[in-house]
């Protein structure tokens, strides 16, 4: 029986094609049929041309044949959010106001992608200039209901197996979310760590590039090739970049320990994810403990929404000024929020990453990593919204690296992600921890996933 290569971890696929088991060609043909299979339902893709990918790909297996070094993602196609400019290649952010719109160069972060060797697939949709609006992408699990947001289309893309690796960015939970209603891995790194110029900038406190995949190893392998000092991003620093999937598939030296964090002021909890987290917590036994954070975390969203408002008037004025009038009620509500943000209010919010990170400290003094939801519970009911982004935008705020695990599943097949947080910087600790926790898990489990009821 022939293999599907849809479903194939990218790392699997990146080797088949190293030794010349199957050619990029071939890939991306797989890939195209199942986007034609699926799309019309799912719609991912704001702009996809196969000729273009097929073009790409047919160059890499040229460049393989002739004996020349080949990259870390030599033929993997990858899915481009639309809010991150790529050359010659339509990026118009998920706005009317943006239609047409060509760069002339490629983000930074594409600039890596193509010299390690992935074939940019497309642009994957984004909600409206990666705000809050929904988007046209539909959940993969169910169509009837959201797939998260603002990185709709890179995590139903990768979901529904278009595409083993895609790109989002995250500023509240928009990374993070979608990958937990659409039951993939979602990695949002450290703040810092990936280069945003050619981005799209919303906030530039919170930005932050993230990755989509089916397992953590490859997650960790195209987090690393975008991973870097980029000298038009004053957030990142000229050092190499961290050893993130070496480390992902590596044993950690002991058994990793876990916090199971209740937030203070906790969003309302879907109950299965309750008990999901608690089936977690009894499987793990001694290896958990639960921890509440200092109450100011209660107050960590709010800020986050501030200076997020705040930011988000600021880089927005020209579209606001050119096209007010195409913006959702949603969009210019908080851009007029922002507008009334006071200077020393902003300025205070700035402040607030270094106290949480100090607050963090005695948990990660004693645990590899916290855990907590990914989301309230499965993609809500209805297209109306993207969901709620409470457990997220704390550590968006914090700046700290956290990862999903689609590892809990309701009764009626919906996924809901598990979410595991590291210490600022530590990316590659909490990569190794999440990748042996899944690992652990994967073989313990019956065919039904935790969390999952007959």
């Excluded at 390690?116 to 539909?138: C, D, L």
Aim: charged letters at 20%.
């Amino acid at each position: 029986m022939a293999v599907d290569l849809t479903r194939l971890y990218a790392t699997d696929l990146r080797d088949r094609i190293a030794q010349g088991q199957i050619s990029a060609v071939e890939l991306v043909t797989a890939c195209l049929k199942r986007i034609h299979e699926t799309e019309p339902q799912l719609q991912a893709w704001a702009w996809l041309d196969g000729e273009y990918a097929l073009e790409q790909a047919r160059a890499l297996d040229a460049r393989r044949k002739s004996g020349a070094p080949i990259g870390a993602l030599h033929g993997l196609p990858v899915g481009i959010k639309d809010v991150i400019d790529t050359a010659r290649v339509p990026t118009e952010n998920g706005t009317g106001i943006d239609k047409g719109r060509v760069p002339r160069e490629d983000a930074g972060l594409v600039a890596r992608l193509r010299a390690a060797g992935a074939i940019i697939m497309g642009k994957t949709v984004t909600t409206e200039m990666a705000f809050m609006q929904p988007s046209k992408s539909r959940n993969p699990h169910d169509p009837s209901r959201t797939p998260g947001g603002s990185s709709s289309g890179s995590a139903v893309a990768v979901a529904a197996g278009m595409v083993p690796l895609a790109v989002g960015t995250q500023t509240g939970g928009s990374v993070i979310r979608p990958a937990s209603f659409c039951g993939v891995v979602g990695f949002k790194p450290s703040f810092g760590m990936i280069g945003r110029s050619g981005i799209l900038p919303q906030s530039p406190f919170l930005d932050t590039v993230g990755a989509f995949a089916r397992s953590v190893p490859d997650a960790a392998l195209l987090a690393e090739v975008m991973a870097g000092h980029d000298p038009a991003d004053r957030a990142t620093v000229p050092m190499p970049a961290p050893r993130l999937h070496q480390t992902a598939i590596a044993e950690p030296p002991v058994r990793p320990h876990f916090a199971l964090v209740d937030l203070p002021a906790p969003p309302e909890t879907d109950p299965r994810m309750r008990a999901a987290l608690d089936e977690l917590a009894g499987m793990l036994g001694d290896q958990v403990e639960r921890v509440e954070l200092p109450p100011i975390f209660a107050e960590a969203q709010q800020t986050r929404t501030r200076i997020n408002q705040a930011e988000m008037a600021k880089c927005y004025y020209n579209h606001e000024r050119r096209g007010r009038d195409l913006m959702s009620p949603q969009l210019t509500e908080a851009i007029d929020a922002g507008k009334a943000v006071l200077a020393r209010d902003y300025l205070a919010a700035l402040d607030w990453r270094d106290v949480l990170n100090a607050g963090l400290e005695r948990v990660f003094d004693r645990c590899d990593a916290i855990i907590c939801a990914a989301s309230p519970g499965p993609a809500p009911d209805g297209l109306g919204s993207t969901g709620d982004s409470a457990f997220n935008g704390i550590w968006t705020l914090c700046g700290t690296p956290a990862v999903t695990l689609p590892l809990f599943t309701t009764e009626e097949g919906l996924p809901m992600g598990l979410q595991l947080v590291g210490r600022l910087g530590d990316d590659a600790r909490l990569l190794r921890t999440a990748a042996w926790l899944a690992r652990l898990l994967e073989a313990q489990q019956e065919p039904e996933q935790i969390g999952e009821t007959a």
